[in-house]
């Protein structure tokens, strides 16, 4: 209510002013790039995996767009993907700028320790993140290292992490190392022996976030 005066009258009236809430701000939305470990499968989260967890914390609207079985390199035949299967990362980026996305992550590439031609591997990882950073130029990206299982990493993933680091790197990407999590933590991998719990994806989640609170990256 606002009070004005009425100089002809020598009084004053009071009048009713509506006031219009300011709405709040949009979140950000975060785009998730990954496979089974991002998916969340075997798990009550399936669908949506660690990426509703860290979404929830970080203030995001997430859109999980990881495919089980893909990597950099890899694709998989399942159906839902249609008869030519489902396609390796840089064949998602379309459905990932329909998003229109503020944030994109990359969560993945164990997969990839599996295909035949490593230097094909490490070449198709290059094309990924140059293609990533051309479709999303200003946009923040943000990579995790790939994950494993509850065994010492292999050598081939770890020669994986290294590209990946060195390639996030070369367009200005967030390189988040999350290191072995789940190595002799049987107890956060389902019974598939592959995949994380619910609890295996609530420490990726939480590693996640603290590790871009450590390195200040607005949310």
């Known amino acids: ?122 070449v198709s990882i290059a094309e990924f993140y140059a293609q990533l950073r051309a479709a999303f130029p200003t946009e923040h990206i943000i990579v995790t290292s790939p994950l494993w299982g509850a065994g010492p990493t292999p050598d081939g993933l770890l020669t994986i992490r290294e590209t990946v680091a060195l390639e996030a790197a070369r367009i200005g990407a967030n390189y988040l190392d999350l290191g072995d999590l789940f190595e002799m933590r049987p107890d956060l991998i389902t019974a598939d022996k592959v995949h994380p719990t619910e609890a295996g994806l609530e420490l990726i989640a939480t590693t996640i976030d603290e590790l871009l609170d450590s390195q200040q990256l607005a949310s």
Do not use: K
């Open 1 to 122: 209510m606002v009070v004005a005066s009425d100089a002809s009258a020598g009084a004053a009236v009071e009048t009713d002013v509506a006031t219009v809430p300011e709405a709040a701000p949009a979140a950000p939305i975060a785009v998730f790039i990954g496979d089974s470990y991002t998916v969340g499968q075997g798990t009550a989260l399936e669908g949506v995996g660690f990426t509703a967890l860290l979404a929830e914390r970080r203030g995001w609207e997430p859109v999980n767009i990881a495919i089980s079985g893909t990597g950099y390199a890899a694709s998989h035949e399942l159906d839902r993907c249609g008869p030519d299967g489902c396609p390796a990362y840089a064949g998602v980026l379309d459905e990932a700028a329909a998003a229109g996305p503020d944030i994109v992550v990359v969560s993945g590439g164990r997969n990839d320790m599996w295909l035949p031609d490593q230097e094909q591997v490490a």
